[in-house]
């Protein structure tokens, strides 16, 4: 069955440090989503793209954090410089705009802790 | 912007015993009510999920109610057992050609013990 893939799965770095994170959706899924989920709480969207373009950011940080889709399929999330307060997983999720179902399917996440 | 309020943020429960979670939101324009299964170090999974124009929706063990008019839903889940352990999500989200940006309660931790 074909799962949303993410890397790295753990990421270490000091404040200050720039971060990167990957994710590769579901072939063909046209939304990607970022979402950053705080220890002992629900995830919070960050960004939200369908297909190449920006569906919604409102939520991201854009003084330090940056998302891009370039070919509409993966999607890397940057945060530059990275703050003690950034420590969280990291979760993508993909959904298909085909058929009736609104499901997204999440990927494993990245954990990010800031040193 | 939507606000989704889940209860209880503990549950425990044992074997066999039903469990309850309800989650309220605010944007009466939500019409797209899922809810997530997150065992511990494991990415969110759907597990069932309701649209706005059905009341009750059922999968074997595990149903969700929506109250349209005081914008609260609830997840039910039958006969648990301990593999029901985890924490559970409920969110809200208006569908949109574009997708459905999902806004999250903050999870409820159930218990099963056997």
């Known amino acids: 069955e074909a799962e949303v893939a993410q890397s790295p799965r753990y990421k270490i770095t000091e404040k200050s440090q720039a971060v990167a994170f990957w994710c590769d959706p579901i072939?063909?899924?046209?939304?990607l989503y970022w979402y950053r989920q705080i220890l002992g709480q629900g995830p919070e969207l960050l960004v939200q793209?369908?297909?190449?373009?920006?569906?919604?950011d409102s939520q991201l940080p854009k003084d330090r954090f940056s998302a891009e889709r370039l070919k509409g399929v993966d999607s890397t999330l940057k945060i530059q410089p990275a703050e003690l307060g950034d420590s969280a997983m990291y979760l993508c999720?993909?959904?298909?705009?085909?058929?009736?179902?609104?499901?997204?399917?999440f990927g494993p996440g990245t954990r990010l802790t800031v040193l | 912007g939507e606000n989704v309020e889940q209860h209880p943020s503990t549950l425990s429960v044992q074997e066999g015993d039903s469990a309850v979670i309800k989650c309220t939101y605010s944007?009466?324009?939500?019409?797209?009510f899922p809810w997530y299964k997150q065992e511990l170090g494991k990415r969110p999974q759907l597990i069932i999920d309701?649209?706005?124009?059905?009341g009750e929706k059922k999968d074997q063990r595990i149903a969700v109610t929506l109250n349209k008019t005081a914008k609260h839903f609830s997840l039910h889940i039958t006969e648990t057992q301990p593999e029901d352990s985890a924490v559970y999500f409920c969110?809200?989200?208006?569908?949109?050609?574009?997708?459905?940006?999902?806004?999250f309660g903050k999870g409820t931790t159930l218990s099963v013990s056997s």
């Open positions: 309701i649209r706005s124009n059905v």
């Open positions: 999720a993909s959904s298909s705009r085909e058929g009736k179902t609104n499901e997204q399917f």
């Open positions: 944007d009466s324009a939500s019409n797209y």
């Open positions: 969110a809200a989200a208006r569908i949109r050609q574009a997708g459905t940006a999902l806004i």
């Open positions: 793209f369908q297909d190449e373009s920006v569906v919604d």
């Open positions: 072939s063909g899924h046209a939304t």
